[in-house]
């Protein structure tokens, strides 16, 4: 926030921050050159915004030229959680941490400016992660973290909380607040921050990439947030399928059916399951039976 800045100038830039497209965002910023404080001690800032412009109009030309659009397309599968937070407060360094992903990790500010995406497989199920841009740069996709299933809040800073919760009022996923770089902390702050959070009732977990505490923590309740159901598939005499089928609390063994191939339901003439929710190995019921996490599901058909 520039020093002096006029109210109209303060308003313009929250416009430019809550824009969702690359020609809204040249408008808003247009806008609030025009408004910036013309006095010496604001030419730093003038000079930031008119690089600013000029690379999102150069960005725009170019998606323009090649047809491709300010967003980026990303297929959401079926378990989704976003990484959030302020400009390195640690999201790429944890992203490549649980994933594949290969995020550019840098102490610049705003590193990343566009969603990068990984997968992480725990515990059989594989799990969508999304790095946003940070929630304080102008890359910050507002569409991405308001549709995501859970949403993970990087923080190195309590005081940070509040900011970012505001700008999150419309995502309707679980959060999980993940205090990072914990290796920095010693115990006594470690135990307040804990305390802190406790007393606010928010699920949360501390965490270091370095010391590497704090991460099956996180990976289990991050797979909780869920509330979905891992369940296996066999052929009779054969082991269990390696890779789980993902389905909502309380689905059937007709959802199990279906979900392999639709209508294949009809086809099933005796099905035994073993698990949670069998009283017994190999127990026989009907495609009514409701189904519990880790459940394995044996199908015959006529």
């Not at 965002?25 to 404080?37: D, F, G, R, Y």
Request: overall charge positive.
């Amino acid at each position: 926030m520039p020093i002096n800045a006029h109210p109209d100038y303060l308003a313009a830039e929250k416009e430019y921050l809550e824009a969702d497209t690359s020609k809204d965002k040249i408008e808003k910023l247009k806008k609030m050159i025009s408004l910036a404080p013309s006095h010496k001690g604001a030419e730093n800032l003038r000079a930031q915004l008119k690089t600013r412009l000029k690379k999102l109009q150069q960005q725009l030309e170019k998606n323009k030229k090649t047809g491709k659009s300010s967003k980026i397309g990303i297929k959401k599968e079926e378990m989704q959680a976003v990484l959030i937070g302020n400009s390195n407060s640690g999201k790429s360094t944890l992203l490549a941490f649980l994933t594949n992903a290969s995020p550019r990790i840098s102490a610049t500010t705003f590193t990343t400016n566009e969603p990068v995406i990984g997968m992480m497989n725990y515990q059989g199920a594989n799990i969508q992660l999304i790095e946003n841009p940070g929630i304080d740069s102008e890359y910050y996709d507002r569409g991405i973290a308001n549709t995501a299933d859970t949403l993970l809040i990087l923080i190195d800073n309590l005081n940070c909380l509040p900011e970012i919760e505001k700008k999150l009022e419309k995502a309707k996923g679980k959060k999980i607040i993940v205090f990072t770089k914990s290796d920095l902390l010693t115990n006594e702050e470690k135990r307040k921050i804990s305390a802190t959070l406790s007393s606010k009732k928010y699920n949360f977990v501390i965490i270091s990439t370095i010391s590497k505490k704090g991460i099956e923590e996180l990976k289990e309740k991050l797979l909780n947030s869920f509330e979905k159901i891992r369940v296996y598939t066999k052929e009779p005499g054969k082991e269990k399928s390696l890779k789980p089928i993902i389905l909502e609390l309380n689905s059937t063994v007709k959802e199990v059916a279906e979900k392999i191939l639709h209508g294949f339901s009809k086809n099933i003439r005796e099905t035994k399951i073993w698990g949670p929710s069998s009283k017994f190995s190999g127990q026989k019921v009907g495609l009514k039976h409701k189904l519990k996490d880790l459940d394995v599901v044996e199908f015959k058909t006529r």
